[in-house]
């Protein structure tokens, strides 16, 4: 018999190290060539490793969460023959290792198994003389788990009165429960305040790990609050009329057109406003000391997935129509929660829109999309009574709650940014009229 090193392959464009990020065999598992092994992940995707041999695993060389560097020994297969020696580098797995990285990203979430915790012990009553005992005194109930002390006399004798003995208090050594605590017990009679109602004290705790997309979500939040300093405006927007237009629209869709929801209106609007005031739809190069605009407007859509919100970008929404921008949304929404987004989808937008649909709330204070300088955020639509000058009448409310680099975005063209996307959203046929 022999070993068969596997390490860490190179995935490409210039990556030194990924993150383990999931485990599919454990040693002792027999293992068949091209059975994927772990996956791994790079800032941009996630990448399954391959074997190229047949074996049995002998040892793994990383735990989830670790970062490990390429060619650095990934795990020991035992296989038939001679084998390699265990430093030598494997050949065979450059080319699954090109495979992997072909393969559509997976972006199921590593679901940690929790450790197990044994339950806290009370501190152990100090001993009590039988005399000294109050009848008046109380049981303190154990935790649910916790087997009181107790001789197998007191045991079966509680047993034939149908006494619960967690709920009696020992008084012997480290709570120890006798015959003179039954007798205390007995004396006291039922106890409606102790009955069996099943609400118990819990102590247990669980220590998850972060690892895979949440921990690169983490790492890309971290690095947005903490360098770029964010103001967030806030505004009123009346979409009644929009949600009128939405409806009609949507009303004569064809067949093969998606259901407009507001958001590809909103981009239409956000393109039309991004052409006026060029400095919100870039990017800021805080080493560098360069920002970078952009005539192009791809815009990122956070989007909630099982393992995570990722970002796929609706490149060149301004060549699109509002029905190209529903579709390419949809398209791109449904990719990334399945896992099937291509990289140059996840990466490259110049500004972010973000929205919880209806559990958007009243205000939100979205984090920019670093290195981007500015993010709209969507909240949800309400219906508001407002003062039409002789009455109250009912309108349909949303907010936008935007955020923007404040190095590079001042406070006065945050406004003038949010007003011009109000005015368009509260007048639709204006998003519709070019130039």
Known sequence: MGEFVIKMPDVGEGVAEAELVEWHVKPGDPVREDMVLAAVMTDKATVEIPSPVDGTVLWLGAEVGDTVAVKAPLL???????????????????????????????????????AAVAPARSAPAEPVAPEARKPAERPVPREPAERPLASPAVRLRAQEAGIDLRQVTGTGPAGRIGHDDLDQFLARGPQPAIAPTGLARKTATEEIKVTGMRRRIAEKMRLSASRIPHITYVEEVDVTD?????????????????????????????????????????????????????????????????????????????????????????????AARNGTAAREELSGSTITITSLGALGGIVTTPIINHPEVAIVGVNKIAIRPVWDGTQFVPRKIMNLSSSFDHRIVDGWNAAVFVQRIKTLLETPALIFIEG
């Open 76 to 114: 020991r297969i035992e296989i038939a023959g001679e084998g390699e020696p265990v430093a030598a580098e494997s050949p065979a797995v450059a080319e699954p290792a090109a495979k992997a990285e072909a393969k559509e990203p997976r972006t199921e979430p590593v679901k940690p198994q929790p």
């Open 242 to 334: 929009l949600e009128d237009l939405r409806a009609t629209m949507n009303d004569g869709r064809k067949p093969d057109q998606p259901k407009l929801t507001i958001l590809p209106l909103l981009m239409r609007a956000m393109v039309k406003t991004l052409g006026e005031q060029p400095d919100v739809n870039a990017t800021f190069d805080d080493d560098a000391g360069i920002v970078t605009r952009y005539a192009a407007v791809h815009i990122g859509i956070a989007t909630q997935t099982p393992a995570g919100l990722i970002v796929p970008v609706v490149r060149h929404a301004e060549a699109r129509s509002v029905w190209d921008s529903a579709a390419e949304l949809a398209r791109l929404a449904e």
